[in-house]
């Protein structure tokens, strides 16, 4: 079970953009994750005009490594880490580390 998931709001705590919410848009095997209106950077591109692709300098949002994002708290205003915690059943549910409550998806 990830503990960062697509569709989390999550808090950018260093780098450039420290401090900035987004919204997680992807979430790759090699512990990164693509965060919208974070990290973006200018990318070349060529055209292509099979594809309606126009050629130039775009803006384009780029991964950031998982360890630099926190789980968005909506109770606390602030970033949290997230733990797992195993019910008496048998499934598993995301935590907040510090209050121990559930993340709400």
């Known amino acids: 079970m ?4 697509k569709g989390d709001e999550v808090v950018v705590i260093t780098g450039k953009d ?3 919410r987004g919204t ?3 979430v790759f095997d090699d512990e990164r994750v693509l965060i919208e209106g974070v990290n973006i950077a200018k ?5 292509n005009p099979n ?3 126009q050629g130039g300098i775009i803006d ?3 991964p950031l490594d998982i360890s630099n994002v926190l789980v968005f708290d909506s ?3 602030k970033g949290d880490r997230v733990g797992i915690r ?6 598993k549910e995301r935590i907040f580390r510090s209050s121990g409550e559930t993340v709400d998806i």
């Open 86 to 91: 195993v019910n008496d059943d048998g499934t």
């Open 18 to 20: 420290k401090g900035r």
């Open 75 to 77: 109770k606390s205003k």
């Open 24 to 26: 997680v848009l992807r």
């Open 2 to 5: 990830n503990k960062i998931r």
């Open 60 to 62: 384009r949002e780029m």
């Open 43 to 47: 990318k070349h591109q060529k055209p």
């Open 51 to 53: 594809m309606g692709v």
